[in-house]
């Protein structure tokens, strides 16, 4: 009897499984078809399947031999996953992970010739890598600002100079991005390329929000990396050489970018014994920097910092402004680790390794 009963059981939930199977088949073939129907009132041509590969390998670094053949592949960039994913089959590019709602209602809004918002941002995102189409990128770039900061950075699509201005000036701060998409504003998806860090790119940043570099400084510094590190070094010499370039007049204590490099060897103390055996990529401002940086650090070994504010404590805030969000307080007679001392605001460690700004007013030296 029991034995039965067990195959019984067994039975149904087999049964289950296949009928649960068939249904999620049917739903990865049915929600792609809906897109080509959608696709199909809008005219839209879909490239062939060489083209289709070409530019997922030039965009994404991705084989087509390393995607499903015929439901959807989820995209991963610098050991992520993106909220994209790619299907092969059906030879397009969607937004977001999650299944479509609804698709018997979605297939009437179609069938009505009904314009469908999340429809059209696929839409556009596709006629743009695989068409280059000048109506889809003027449409991004006027309408749709997160697309084209993705479309740009996480894409690596760089064929337009308004779009890339307009992704640029979208990006306004990196410590609240993914890390896959900060690191994709460092290098390119296609490791084959000759030159994979995004040089042309992070000069464009730079004019536009100097700001954004030094971030990008700390974030590789406090981050690990997901490339080879002598590469990841590379592209951390050429931020900073912008950096120290922007003001190469100034006396060292003055330039920004000697801030930085300063900031980079006190947390990453193996970080110029590794330049040193490249000669510092050969960059002569990064090796003129070093050798300063060597003179004023046996100068101030004795030196040390507190924080010494009349109501007790002081707020150490997330920017260099009294609006910024407050991390946490700082009592008075507290010993800080000042890590940049340009402008009014200082870039400090506290004693329990959190990182912020206090006004320079605040902090004194014994």
């Known amino acids: 009897m029991v034995k039965k009963i067990f195959s019984h059981i067994i039975y149904f939930a087999l049964t289950f499984l296949f009928v649960s199977l068939k249904a ?25 399947a060489i083209d289709f590969n070409t530019r997922n390998r030039a965009y994404l670094g ?11 592949s989820e995209i991963v960039i610098n050991n992520e996953y993106i909220d994209y994913q790619i299907n092969q089959n059906y030879k397009f590019i969607k937004i977001g992970q999650d299944d479509l709602p609804d698709l018997d209602h979605v297939k009437t809004e179609i069938k009505q010739n009904k314009k469908l918002p999340y429809f059209e941002d696929v839409l556009d995102l596709n006629k743009v890598l695989y068409q280059d189409d000048k109506n889809a990128i003027a449409n991004i770039i006027n309408w749709k600002k997160d697309l084209a900061a993705d479309i740009v950075i996480l894409f690596d699509y760089e064929k337009d100079d308004n779009l890339n201005k307009a ?27 000759d030159q994979t860090i995004r040089k042309e790119l992070l000069l464009t940043i730079f004019n536009n929000n100097a700001n954004l570099i030094s971030d990008l400084v700390r974030f590789i510094v406090n981050n690990k990396t997901p490339f080879n590190q ?20 100034n006396d060292w204590k003055q330039n920004e970018g000697f801030g930085m490099l300063s900031y980079c060897y006190d947390k990453d103390r193996d970080l ?51 609006a910024s969000e407050v991390l946490q307080k700082i009592k008075s007679g507290e010993q800080v680790n000042v890590l940049d001392q340009n ?20 902090i004194k030296s014994e």
Not at 62 to 72: A, F, L, P, V
Not at 167 to 193: C, E
Not at 285 to 307: D, M, R, V
Request: proline fraction near 3%; glycine fraction near 4%; avoid cysteine.
């Open 272 to 322: 110029m014994k590794r330049l040193k055996s490249t000669n510092f990529y050969n960059d002569p401002l990064i090796k003129n920097a070093t050798e300063a940086y060597n003179t004023f650090n046996q100068q101030e070994t004795s030196e040390s910092y507190t924080i010494q504010d009349p109501d007790g404590y002081t707020n150490l805030r997330k920017d260099k402004n009294t």
């Open 62 to 72: 991705i084989n087509s031999k390393d995607t499903d053949s015929k439901g959807y």
């Open 24 to 48: 999620q088949n049917n739903r990865n073939d049915k929600e792609p078809h809906l897109f080509t129907e959608y696709f199909g009132t809008k005219k839209y041509s879909y490239p062939s």
């Open 167 to 193: 992704a640029v000036k979208k990006i306004t701060s990196i410590k609240d991005q993914p890390h896959y998409f900060n690191w994709s504003i460092l290098f390119y998806n296609d490791k084959s390329k």
């Open 343 to 362: 402008g009014d605001w200082w870039l400090i460690e506290t004693k329990d390794g959190k990182q912020g700004y206090v006004h320079k007013s605040r």
């Open 230 to 249: 002598a590469k990841t070094d590379e592209a951390l010499v050429y931020l900073l050489h912008l950096q120290l370039k922007k003001n190469e007049n």
